[in-house]
């Protein structure tokens, strides 16, 4: 990614964290393009703050998503559609 999109999102980020609006963070997607960031996350979850939570959703079987929509405040949730293939 470039320069101009990292700043970009550093923007988004610093702006979501400013407003301590999202407690939850719910990324969706299949095969590799929820297992790359899973484990991604899995390796720094040190770094996680207190408080915020990361849930994964890999697969379209409704009782996998309702696993996940029962622990989450749909309000208070940051949803991420990750696609590797667009």
Do not use: W
Not at 2 to 23: C, M, R, V
Not at 24 to 50: D, N, R, T
Not at 69 to 83: G, T
């Amino acid at each position: 990614a470039s320069i101009e999109e990292h700043k970009k999102l550093k923007q988004f980020l610093s702006s979501i964290d400013s407003k301590n609006k999202f407690t939850e963070m719910i990324f969706v997607g299949i095969g590799g393009s929820e297992l790359g960031p899973c484990a991604l996350y899995q390796s720094l979850a040190f770094y996680a703050k207190p408080g915020r939570n990361v849930h994964f959703i890999g697969n379209v079987d409704p009782d996998d998503v309702g696993l996940v929509i029962k622990q989450v405040d749909l309000s208070k949730s940051l949803v991420v559609v990750i696609s590797k293939s667009g």
